[in-house]
């Protein structure tokens, strides 16, 4: 599944659209995008362009994940 990873994103959601505007379901912080519990093997996470501040957090991947730049 297509997650999205955007510099304002969401902390909660399941990260499915890459719309921002998207009420439901829009891009989520990075850490969300790789680390959050719907996030599986197999799962492509699109990071858009920007600058990403965690904070003091590091971001981990656990899991067999494709992680890159959106097109």
């Known amino acids: 599944m297509q997650r999205f990873a955007s510099p304002t994103?969401?902390?909660?959601?399941?990260?499915?659209?890459?719309?921002?505007?998207?009420p439901t379901n829009p891009p989520c912080t990075l850490q969300r995008a790789v680390e959050g519990p719907d996030t599986v093997n197999g799962d492509e996470v699109i990071v858009n362009p920007g600058t990403y501040a965690e904070g003091t957090n590091l971001v981990t991947i656990s899991d067999a994940i494709s992680v890159h730049g959106a097109d």
């Open 9 to 22: 994103g969401s902390g909660t959601g399941n990260c499915t659209s890459p719309d921002p505007s998207d």
